[in-house]
Nanobody, 121 residues
Framework: QVQLVESGGGLVQAGGSLRLSCAAS????????MGWFRQAPGKEREFAAA????????TYSDSVKGRFTISRDNAKNTVYLQMNSLKPEDTAVYYC??????????????WGQGTQVTVSS
């Protein structure tokens, strides 16, 4: 059974930083791409960032590009999202997800329970 556990969320002032972690178990983590998504109150879930299985390829949404960095440590079965220069509009529940292939795509098979990020102005 695949389990994804996010952590690292919290309350931060605008301009601040947070690092989210997602620990995976129950699947050969290093074989699959991973992604981070977010859902703000009253809005649909949206893509934030993704990383290929090897970590070589990363992709970001326009709204976070240049401020967020996705990375992974396959030895620890963990994917990270470093978030800098946070804005109030980054406030959302952040979810990690396991891709269905080694490559970055739009298909994700498993999701974590989410971690809340709140950015105050």
């Amino acid at each position: 059974q695949v389990q994804l556990v996010e952590s690292g969320g919290g309350l931060v002032q605008a301009g601040g930083s947070l690092r989210l972690s997602c620990a995976a178990s129950g699947r050969p983590f290093s074989r699959y791409a991973m992604g981070w998504f977010r859902q703000a109150p009253g809005k649909e879930r949206e893509f934030a960032a993704a990383i290929s299985s090897s970590g070589v390829i990363t992709t970001y949404s326009d709204s976070v590009k240049g401020r967020f960095t996705i990375s992974r440590d396959n030895a620890k079965n963990t994917v990270y999202l470093q978030m800098n220069s946070l804005k109030p509009e980054d406030t959302a529940v952040y979810y990690c997800a396991v891709g269905t292939t080694a490559w970055v795509s739009n298909e994700y098979g498993y999701w974590g329970q989410g971690t809340q990020v709140t950015v105050s102005s």
